[in-house]
C-alpha cells in the first residue's frame, strides 16, 4: 500500500524492462509517469568474445538462481535431444523465489540427469561471485535461459554482454536484445523447440557472428553512457 500510494504520487516512475512497464500499469500507475530505463553495463568489462571452441563439443551455459520459475528441467530434456556432443554448466545456487515453492529442486534436478542420462554431460557448479562470473561467460557457446518469468534478467545482458548468442524465453530483457537470427533466439518452453535452437548453435561461424551482434545491442541500448544521458533528460524534463 505503501510502495502503491509512493509510486501514484511520484513525478515519474523509471522502470528497467517493457515487461516492468506492463507490470506498473496493472499496478495502476499512469502511462505518462512512466520510463523505461533499463540497467546499464560496462561492455568492456566483459571479454571482447566468449572462447570459440574448435571442438565438435557445443558448451551451453546457464546462469542464474536455481528455482522452479527458471524451468531448468526444460533445458536438461532440451539437450538430452541434441544430436550432437554438448556440455551444460550450469552456474548458481538454489533458492526459493517464493515461500509457497517446493524444496529441494536441485535435487529433482540431478535426478533428471540420471533419467535421461547425462549425468556426465552436465555441471552443476553453485553459487560464483561476480567477479569471478564473467570468466564462467567465456567458456560457453551457446547461453540460454528458458525462466518462465523475470522482470529484468540479468543474467542475459551480462552473457550477450561477453558476446554470446542468446537462447531465452520471451522474458525481462531478452525482449530488447533478442532479435530472432540475428541476436539470438527466443522460443516459447517447448524442449524439442528448444533443442533445435540449439542444434542451429553447433555451427561455430553463426555463434560468432550472431554473439558479436548480440553485444553490440547491448552497447547500443545498455551501455552507460546512454543510460545515463537518459536520466539527465529524465531530471531536466520534470
Not at 546499464?40 to 551455459?61: A, Q
Not at 528448444?194 to 545491442?217: H, P, S, V
Not at 552507460?224 to 537518459?230: D, L
Request: some cysteine; hydrophobic content about 40%; proline content about 3%.
Amino acid at each position: 500500500m505503501t510502495w502503491k500510494a509512493s509510486a501514484k504520487n511520484a513525478n515519474a516512475v523509471v522502470v528497467s524492462s517493457k515487461l516492468e512497464y506492463e507490470d506498473a500499469i496493472e499496478f495502476g500507475i499512469s502511462k505518462k509517469k512512466i520510463h523505461i530505463i533499463p540497467m546499464g553495463i560496462d561492455v568492456d568489462e566483459y571479454v571482447d568474445s566468449p572462447i570459440n571452441h574448435n571442438g565438435y563439443t557445443i558448451n551451453i551455459l546457464f546462469v542464474g538462481r536455481i528455482a522452479r520459475v527458471r524451468r531448468i528441467e526444460i533445458l536438461l530434456k532440451a539437450v538430452a535431444k541434441l544430436p550432437t556432443s554438448f556440455h551444460l554448466t550450469l552456474v548458481g545456487g538454489e533458492e526459493k523465489t517464493s515461500s509457497l515453492s517446493k524444496s529441494g529442486y536441485l535435487k529433482e534436478l540431478k535426478q533428471l540427469c540420471q533419467t535421461l542420462s547425462i549425468n556426465d554431460r552436465v555441471s552443476f557448479v553453485g553459487p560464483v561471485s561476480q567477479d569471478k562470473l564473467f570468466g564462467w561467460y567465456t567458456k560457453g557457446d551457446v547461453f540460454v535461459y528458458p525462466s518462465l518469468y523475470e522482470n529484468f534478467g540479468q543474467p542475459i545482458l551480462e552473457a550477450a554482454a561477453a558476446g554470446l548468442p542468446i537462447i531465452s524465453t520471451p522474458v525481462g530483457v531478452a525482449n530488447e536484445i533478442i532479435s530472432d537470427n540475428e541476436t539470438g533466439f527466443l522460443f516459447n518452453g517447448n524442449d524439442q523447440e528448444l533443442a533445435n535452437k540449439i542444434a542451429q548453435l553447433t555451427d561455430q561461424k553463426l555463434r560468432k557472428k550472431i554473439g558479436e551482434a548480440a553485444r553490440e545491442q547491448v552497447r547500443i541500448l545498455f551501455g552507460w553512457e546512454g543510460i545515463i544521458k537518459k536520466y539527465l533528460d529524465l531530471y531536466r524534463s520534470l
